[in-house]
């Protein structure tokens, strides 16, 4: 098995990676599970993915896929309720930034799915519609139908979150 460079590429793109399944799963241990399970499925293909010339964008492509399937796994499987309720970690107001950030952490969670991944590939990662289409496989005319309303719902739930949001008439109503 090739690995040359794989342990390099992980600590060099690996915060990506991690920051692309958070936007993914809306949560920070399901986030690292799914970069781990696709690093582990890219390892053995390193070779052949660095010969290829874009490792990067196949292991996006395995956690796409891994996230759909959870996502169809979830729909079958029975919720478990609990009697005890966790605590909720105290929010430092002192720091915008943060707050703001787990302002739109939340607010991501009122998303599908299918728009926290268009959100997070197109504006934090600055992907393009064509090839946010090809790695969601879908068509581009879905990427920008999704786009437009996550954000439309992004800026109802916290419009203080978006710089110069604008309510149109037709948002409005």
């Given at each position: 098995m090739d690995t040359d460079g794989f342990t390099e590429f992980v600590a060099n793109r690996g915060p990506a990676l991690l920051r692309m399944a958070l936007a993914l799963t809306a949560d920070r241990a399901l986030a690292e599970d799914l970069v781990q399970e696709a690093l582990t499925r890219a390892v053995g293909r390193w070779g052949k993915l660095v010969r290829d010339g874009d490792p990067e964008r196949y292991i996006r492509a395995i956690m796409l896929n891994e996230t759909r399937s959870q996502w169809r796994r979830r729909v079958r499987r029975q919720e478990v309720v609990t009697d005890d309720v966790p605590e909720l970690a105290a929010?430092?107001?002192t720091d915008y930034d943060v707050?703001?950030?787990?302002?739109?952490?939340n607010v991501l969670k009122?998303?599908?799915?299918?728009?926290?991944?268009?959100i997070y590939l197109r504006?934090?990662?600055?992907?393009?519609?064509a090839e946010t289409a090809t790695l969601m496989n879908c068509s581009p005319g879905t990427?920008?139908?999704q786009s437009f309303d996550a954000l439309k719902r992004i800026r109802r739930l916290a419009p203080e979150l978006i710089p110069d949001n604008e309510v149109t008439e037709?948002?409005?109503t």
């Amino acid at each position: 098995m090739d690995t040359d460079g794989f342990t390099e590429f992980v600590a060099n793109r690996g915060p990506a990676l991690l920051r692309m399944a958070l936007a993914l799963t809306a949560d920070r241990a399901l986030a690292e599970d799914l970069v781990q399970e696709a690093l582990t499925r890219a390892v053995g293909r390193w070779g052949k993915l660095v010969r290829d010339g874009d490792p990067e964008r196949y292991i996006r492509a395995i956690m796409l896929n891994e996230t759909r399937s959870q996502w169809r796994r979830r729909v079958r499987r029975q919720e478990v309720v609990t009697d005890d309720v966790p605590e909720l970690a105290a929010t430092d107001t002192t720091d915008y930034d943060v707050v703001h950030r787990i302002d739109m952490a939340n607010v991501l969670k009122h998303l599908s799915p299918r728009q926290r991944a268009i959100i997070y590939l197109r504006y934090y990662e600055d992907i393009s519609v064509a090839e946010t289409a090809t790695l969601m496989n879908c068509s581009p005319g879905t990427v920008k139908r999704q786009s437009f309303d996550a954000l439309k719902r992004i800026r109802r739930l916290a419009p203080e979150l978006i710089p110069d949001n604008e309510v149109t008439e037709r948002e409005a109503t």
